[in-house]
């Protein structure tokens, strides 16, 4: 999740959203904002202190919080498909503008599975994520918490390198 000039070129589009994150000691509040709309979507997990839990534990809450924002959005049955393992051959909506193709299948922001081929699901294009963590105690740890955060939003289709 490094800051690319790539994901502000392209023009809002439905599915576009920002999240911010706020995980502290005691919960952890994810809101999902369409780019398009302007509305919020809010998601809530637990404590998400990553000193308190550990990186790949406090990922994981910071992940449920954002899965929640993203199933008040509407996003629910993309994250089913993925959960249900069914993430291979999804066609990723460009996150770049690079893979920006308009005569591409994908470009209305539709996930399609090679099992269910005929399936069209709304898929969220994340345009940028804040997150705000209590438990960051230096630099190595915020580098590697940004590490583990990135590894697992990229596993579920939500951000790639060029995510800011």
């Given at each position: 999740m490094?800051?690319?000039?790539?994901s502000s070129v392209l023009p809002p589009r439905s599915g576009d959203v920002v999240l911010c994150v706020d995980a502290g000691g005691t919960k952890t509040l994810a809101v999902a904002a369409?780019?398009?709309?302007?509305q919020t979507?809010?998601?809530?997990?637990?404590?998400?202190?990553c000193a308190t839990l550990g990186l790949e534990a406090a990922s994981q809450v910071i992940l449920r919080a954002v899965r929640d924002a993203l199933i008040s959005a509407g996003f629910g049955t993309f994250f089913d498909l993925i959960e249900?393992?069914?993430a291979e051959g999804?066609?990723?909506?460009?996150?770049?503008?690079?893979d920006n193709d308009a005569s591409s299948a994908d470009g209305d922001g539709e996930l399609?599975?090679?099992?269910?081929?005929?399936?069209?699901?709304?898929?969220?294009?994340?345009?940028?994520?804040?997150i705000g963590s209590a438990g960051l105690s230096s630099s190595a740890v915020i580098g590697?918490?940004?590490?583990q955060l990135s590894q697992l939003l990229q596993e579920y289709h939500l951000a790639d390198d060029s995510t800011p």
């Open positions: 490094e800051a690319g000039p790539s369409s780019v398009d709309s302007k979507f809010v998601g809530q997990a637990g404590c998400g202190n249900a393992g069914e999804i066609t990723t909506p460009p996150l770049s503008l690079s399609h599975s090679t099992r269910q081929p005929s399936s069209n699901v709304r898929r969220p294009r994340v345009r940028a994520i804040w590697n918490y940004r590490q």
